[in-house]
């Protein structure tokens, strides 16, 4: 059973930092690229990040642009997104996902999820 499992969110306040992690299991095909998305309340679910498992190749969305970090360690199936500088507009839920086919933003590219995790940033 392939199962997306998403850990370290919180509530921290703005300026701080939290690292999000996103471990894969009971996949029987080499799945090509883990995304992370977030999704506030009222607005559509947007991609964050994502890494090719293959190549390291990575992408950002704009607004994200230094001040996240995505990254693997693939003995452990594992993906990483490292948020420094936290805004309130960064509060959302956010979902990790898997693509068997291409490393992309775009959620309908991805074909497995987990259950998010919530990030709240206040003070």
């Known amino acids: 059973q392939v199962q997306l499992v998403e850990s370290g969110g919180g509530l921290v306040q703005p300026g701080g930092s939290l690292r999000l992690s996103c471990a894969a299991s009971?996949?029987?095909?080499?799945?090509?690229?883990i995304g992370w998305f977030r999704q506030a309340p009222g607005k559509e679910r947007e991609g964050v990040s994502c890494?090719?498992?293959?190549?390291?190749?990575?992408l950002y969305t704009d607004s994200v642009k230094g001040r996240f970090t995505i990254s693997r360690d693939n003995a452990k199936h594992t993906v990483y997104l490292q948020m420094n500088s936290l805004k309130p507009e960064d509060t959302a839920v956010y979902y990790c996902?898997?693509?068997?086919?291409?490393?992309?933003?775009?959620?309908?590219?991805?074909?497995?999820w987990g259950q998010g995790t919530q990030v709240t940033v206040s003070s």
């Open positions: 996902a898997a693509s068997m086919t291409i490393a992309s933003l775009f959620p309908y590219e991805y074909h497995y």
């Open positions: 009971g996949f029987t095909l080499d799945y090509d690229a």
């Open positions: 890494i090719s498992v293959t190549d390291g190749s990575t």
